[in-house]
Structures are given as C-alpha cells and as structure tokens.
C-alpha cells in the first residue's frame, strides 16, 4: 500500500521549457549554451551548482568568466527561470488532494539556488504561496550534495525521511531516475513533461 509519493519539481510539478532556458542562457551571453544545458542531469558549473559543489555566487562569477564579462544575480536568475514554462493548476490542485487523502509528499528535485529563490517565493503558484505549501518534505540536490540518478540520493531520501521504498511511489520525467529508484524497491511512474499525471496516478495508489 502507497503511503508516501515523492515528486521531481522540473517536468512534473513544473513543465520545463529547455529551449527557452537556452534562448535566456544565449542572451546573457552564453553562446554555446545548447552544449551546456540539458533537461535531466547538469553538467560543468552548471551540475557542480545543483550539486552543492558551488554556491550561487561562485557559479554567478565562473559563468561570468566563461562569458566574459561581469554577471548580475538578476540575470542568473532570469536565465535559469527559462526552465519554468508553467505549472500547471491542476497538477496543484492535484497535489492538495493527494495531501488531504493522507499520502505523505515530498518533494526530490535536482535542482539549485537560483530556481529556488523563485520557487520558494509566493510568487510559485500565482496564488501567493510558495513551493513548500504542497510538500511535507523537500529534498533538494544542491542542499543534499547529490544528484539524480545516484542511488545514494535515493537511499539519503528513504533513510533521512524513515520511509519504507515499498509503501513509496515516485514521479519522475527522467527514466534514468525511476530506474535507479526502482532498484531501491520504490514503485515508480515514468511521466512525460507536462503530460497529465493527475488522474493516471491512482493507477499506481492502488
């Protein structure tokens, strides 16, 4: 029986946009920013940010000498928030139903400062309300000193929130993640970015 469900944020909770997040990355000087960007596992400064490797400022001052010339936290923040393209209301809605069902939520996302500053604002769900409102625990990469796929940040997950992998469900656009989380004995359900879970999901509740 399922009691808890863990989340990725990027492509799930959130629909990702990873042409535009180049598009932004390109206007603030990154040129060859289709190289350096991917949808799932970071790379470079950028993976070492997600990773907690680098902090938000250290990666704002290597971009910058990549680029060449002085960033501004405004611009980082901007060319990382290309990634969000929405997030769409029903996912939220969804979210708060699961909630008031009795499921535990928790939230695991490779992820980093500058997406976090948004997402933890009240400006993530347009209603005043941040991120945290939805989860009863996050898990967040650069937090943890680990990425997705690594098992090890899986078993951080289980261990640290005392949860049994068998009674644990997890959403994950990545099939790379839901197989390494399948290998821990999570049940796992590989969705499609900003495809429509919502209902699908009661499939694997059951």
């Not at 997030?87 to 939520?105: C, S």
């Not at 650069?142 to 990425?147: A, K, Q, S």
Request: glycine share 10%.
């Amino acid at each position: 029986m399922i009691k808890n469900i863990l989340f990725d944020l990027g492509g799930v909770v959130m629909t990702i946009d990873q042409p535009q997040a180049v598009r932004r990355f390109k206007e603030i000087g990154l040129v060859d920013a289709e190289s350096r960007l991917d949808p799932y596992t970071q790379k470079g400064i950028f993976g070492d940010l997600e990773e907690g490797k680098i902090g938000a400022l250290e990666f704002r001052v290597e971009l910058g000498k990549i680029i060449g010339r002085e960033l501004t936290h405004e611009e980082c923040l901007y060319a990382w928030r290309g990634y969000c393209k929405e997030v769409p209301r029903r996912n939220l809605e969804a979210l708060r139903k699961l909630h008031d069902e009795g499921y535990n939520l928790i939230l695991l996302s490779n992820t980093n400062p500058y997406m976090m500053e948004w997402a933890m604002s009240n400006e993530f769900d347009g209603m005043g309300n941040s991120i945290d409102t939805y989860f009863d625990m996050s898990f967040r990469s650069y937090e943890c000193g680990m990425m997705k796929p690594s098992r090890r940040f899986f078993q951080h997950v289980i261990d640290t929130a005392g949860i049994n992998p068998e009674e644990t469900l997890f959403l994950d656009d990545g099939e790379a993640n839901v197989i390494s989380a399948s290998e821990l004995g999570i049940r796992t359900f590989l969705t499609t970015n900003g495809g429509d879970w919502t209902k699908e999901i009661y499939k694997y509740l059951v």
